[in-house]
T-cell receptor, first 111, second 115 residues
Framework: GENVEQHPSTLSVQEGDSAVIKCTYSDSASNYFPWYKQELGKRPQLIIDIRSNVGEKKDQRIAVTLNKTAKHFSLHITETQPEDSAVYFCAASKHGNKLVFGAGTILRVKS | DAGVIQSPRHEVTEMGQEVTLRCKPISGHNSLFWYRQTMMRGLELLIYFNNNVPIDDSGMPEDRFSAKMPNASFSTLKIQPSEPRDSAVYFC?????????????FGDGTRLSIL
């Protein structure tokens, strides 16, 4: 089955700097890659997603890139702010909606 | 718009007791997912339904766990008998089913503690 690996497990950046989180997946049939943000004690919330027919997608300070050949995708957050501090999860899915999640990255933005 | 609604938000019970978690998906969504989140194992998919039919229950840990979806607006996850290792946060999520994957929207979760 699908396996998703996520790195790093923790990431600490200075406010205003950029943060990058990387994920790799094993199943070449996967075609949908969402990213979720989870604040402490809260539910995971979808922040951006990308499909396999697109190489990059951007939404304000957040962007996701996908390399299908290498089977990896990355989340980029620019101009980080303290409220970006949270746990971020990547996930992968092929047809059928079954998501397989990475282990998560704890992002700390220091002000 | 109302999101995915889960109840109860917190449950504390003694081992051996039956636990029932409830979920109401977003109106119009026809896929429903049950997840379990722990520090050790992260977010795990337990089971999911399309149009009220269980599609994949390979993540259900053992026979003590069961899930039902009697109609499009309600699902339950039951643990009987409960054990301390079942302590976790249980999330329900819903999405539209279709030919391409659709975003899943999570409820606020049920924090379950088995003593």
């Amino acid at each position: 089955g699908e396996n998703v690996e996520q790195h790093p497990s923790t990431l600490s950046v200075q406010e205003g700097d950029s943060a990058v989180i990387k994920c790799t997946y094993s199943d070449s049939a996967s075609n949908y890659f969402p990213w979720y943000k989870q604040e402490l004690g809260k539910r995971p919330q979808l922040i951006i997603d990308i499909r396999s027919n697109v190489g990059e997608k951007k939404d304000q300070r957040i962007a996701v890139t996908l390399n299908k050949t290498a089977k990896h995708f990355s989340l980029h957050i620019t101009e980080t702010q303290p409220e970006d501090s949270a746990v971020y999860f990547c996930a992968a899915s092929k047809h059928g909606n079954k998501l397989v999640f990475g282990a998560g990255t704890i992002l700390r933005v220091k002000s | 718009d109302a999101g995915v609604i889960q109840s109860p938000r917190h449950e504390v019970t003694e081992m051996g007791q039956e636990v029932t978690l409830r979920c109401k998906p977003i109106s119009g969504h026809n896929s429903l997912f049950w997840y379990r989140q722990t520090m050790m194992r992260g977010l795990e998919l337990l089971i999911y339904f399309n149009n009220n039919v269980p599609i994949d229950d390979s993540g259900m840990p053992e026979d003590r766990f069961s899930a039902k979806m009697p109609n499009a607006s309600f699902s339950t996850l039951k643990i009987q008998p409960s054990e301390p290792r079942d302590s976790a946060v249980y999330f329900c999520a819903s999405s539209l089913a279709g030919t391409s994957n659709q975003p899943q929207h999570f409820g606020d979760g049920t924090r379950l503690s088995i003593l």
